[in-house]
Nanobody, 116 residues
C-alpha cells in the first residue's frame, strides 16, 4: 500500500519560512514524478509544485515562483517543499501527491498557517 506522510507544517509569521517533508514508501519512489498541492477549506485543491522523477525538472504555480523550492532525495524516498517569504494567502493544508498506474495517491496533509 502506497504511503505518503507529510510533516513540517505549523504556524509562522508573514515573511517566515517552513520546510515541508513527505516520506514515501511501498513504491519505487525514484520512478515517479512527485507534487505538492494545497487546499483551503471550501476551495479546490491547487497544484503548488512538481518535480520529475530524477529531480531535473520542476514547475510551480505562479503565485509561489521565486519563494518556494521543491526538491527530492531519492536515496531517502523523500520530497521537500522549502517555503520562504510566506504570505497569509499561503495558509492551507499542504498535500504530497504521486500518480502511480493512473491512480492518485495523497498523504494526510500538513497544516500551514501564516499569521501574525
Amino acid at each position: 500500500q502506497v504511503q505518503l506522510v507529510e510533516s513540517g507544517g505549523g504556524l509562522v509569521q508573514p515573511g517566515g519560512s517552513l520546510r515541508l517533508s513527505c516520506a514515501a514508501s511501498e513504491f519505487t519512489f525514484s520512478f515517479y514524478r512527485m507534487s505538492w498541492y494545497r487546499q483551503v477549506s471550501g476551495k479546490e485543491r491547487e497544484l503548488v509544485a512538481g518535480i520529475s522523477s530524477a529531480g531535473g525538472s520542476t514547475n510551480y504555480v505562479d503565485s509561489v515562483k521565486g519563494r518556494f523550492t521543491i526538491s527530492r532525495d531519492n536515496a531517502k524516498n523523500t520530497v521537500y517543499l522549502q517555503m520562504n517569504s510566506l504570505k497569509p494567502e499561503d495558509t492551507a493544508i499542504y498535500y504530497c501527491n504521486a500518480y502511480i498506474g493512473g491512480v492518485a495517491y495523497w498523504g494526510q496533509g500538513t497544516q500551514v498557517t501564516v499569521s501574525s
